[in-house]
T-cell receptor, first 114, second 115 residues
Framework: DTAVSQTPKYLVTQMGNDKSIKCEQNLGHDTMYWYKQDSKKFLKIMFSYNNKELIINETVPNRFSPKSPDKAHLNLHINSLELGDSAVYFC?????????????FGEGSWLTVV | RKEVEQDPGPFNVPEGATVAFNCTYSNSASQSFFWYRQDCRKEPKLLMSVYSSGNEDGRFTAQLNRASQYISLLIRDSKLSDSATYLCVVNFANAGGTSYGKLTFGQGTILTVHP
């Protein structure tokens, strides 16, 4: 059973389109995240939700809108896609602890904007 | 200065070699530290946490020096299967002391172990 699952795994789309990536975790964790890994392999946090509440919102264009219908799901919607949005998007989850977290990543969604 | 800096490598070593990776972080309020491993076209996975006293897991030894804001990973007796990118990861706390899991990743160090 996949702990953190995200779909689709691969997505090729044209500039200007709107697309969504879905994510679900069955680990019972309170916190979920979206990370972006660019072509230089830097992995950067975009958003974090704790029990459906947004707690981290890094400097991300407002074309990116996360939605968490419940604590097991965190979807990412992207409007008006641009070439620079091409990257791998990783969903992740973790229990919320005071001393630090191990986070568990999904397999990634490879987005290519053409 | 980047929040978490690593030597990107690549490191090319023969099987059986010992290899060490270094990492520095800029925020002295950093709370917890990890090494993650990422295989090609895969997601990052936790390799080990890093504790102030240093810790070992089989062939892997992690060290933390809070005064110097420096973390290291030592791999002994390298195997072909150790080939991957090794990510230094630091968890910064917010004002309330809760981490909320804002992990900051280094750019990764590429390791290739050859026969």
């Amino acid at each position: 059973d996949t702990a953190v699952s995200q779909t689709p795994k691969y997505l090729v789309t044209q500039m200007g389109n709107d697309k969504s990536i879905k994510c679900e975790q069955n680990l019972g964790h309170d916190t979920m995240y979206w990370y972006k890994q660019d072509s230089k392999k830097f992995l950067k946090i975009m958003f974090s939700y704790n029990n459906k509440e947004l707690i981290i919102n890094e400097t991300v264009p407002n074309r990116f809108s996360p939605k968490s219908p419940d604590k097991a799901h965190l979807n990412l919607h992207i409007n008006s896609l641009e070439l620079g949005d091409s990257a791998v998007y990783f969903c992740a989850s973790s229990p919320l602890t005071r001393s630090g977290n191990t986070i568990y990543f999904g397999e990634g969604s490879w987005l290519t904007v053409v | 200065r980047k929040e978490v800096e690593q030597d990107p490598g690549p490191f090319n070593v023969p099987e059986g070699a010992t290899v060490a990776f270094n990492c520095t972080y800029s925020n002295s309020a950093s709370q917890s530290f990890f090494w993650y491993r990422q295989d090609c076209r895969k997601e990052p996975k936790l390799l080990m946490s890093v504790y102030s006293s240093g810790n070992e897991d089989g062939r892997f030894t992690a060290q933390l020096n809070r005064a110097s804001q420096y973390i290291s990973l030592l791999i002994r007796d390298s195997k072909l299967s150790d080939s991957a990118t090794y990510l230094c990861v630091v968890n910064f706390a917010n004002a309330g002391g809760t981490s909320y899991g804002k992990l900051t990743f280094g750019q990764g160090t590429i390791l290739t172990v050859h026969p």
